[in-house]
């Protein structure tokens, strides 16, 4: 499973968490940059996890309507690992 992570700046143990729930690769946009706003999300994305702390209003809209768009599942979450635990949990369930 792919996920792009969005939002952030010290991501290891977020990382290691997804790791440990299954995640093979995790590409991670912190978002610092106005231009990350556009960047378009990667073809073989199968998650698109939105950290909110971190994250402008704008660019999770924009985000999230392209997601949409092209049928990618996104979770929006605070960057806690915990939060993204219970998140990606039931995504999985959901999934299933």
């Known amino acids: 499973m792919s996920v792009l992570l969005i ?3 010290k991501i290891n143990k977020i990382t290691q968490l997804l790791k440990s ?9 912190d978002s610092r940059r106005n231009s990350t ?7 073989d994305t199968d998650l ?3 950290l ?3 994250l402008k209003h704008n660019s999770m809209s924009y985000f999230k ?3 949409k768009k092209n049928d990618i599942p996104y979770i ?3 960057r806690g690992t915990a939060s993204i635990e ?4 039931k995504f999985l369930n959901a999934k299933s």
């Open 21 to 29: 729930l299954g995640v093979d690769n995790t590409i991670h946009w």
């Open 65 to 67: 309507k392209y997601a």
């Open 48 to 50: 698109v996890i939105m």
């Open 7 to 9: 939002g952030g700046d």
């Open 52 to 54: 909110t702390d971190f």
């Open 76 to 78: 929006c979450t605070r």
């Open 86 to 89: 219970s998140e990606f949990t």
């Open 37 to 43: 706003s556009h960047k378009k999300i990667p073809k």
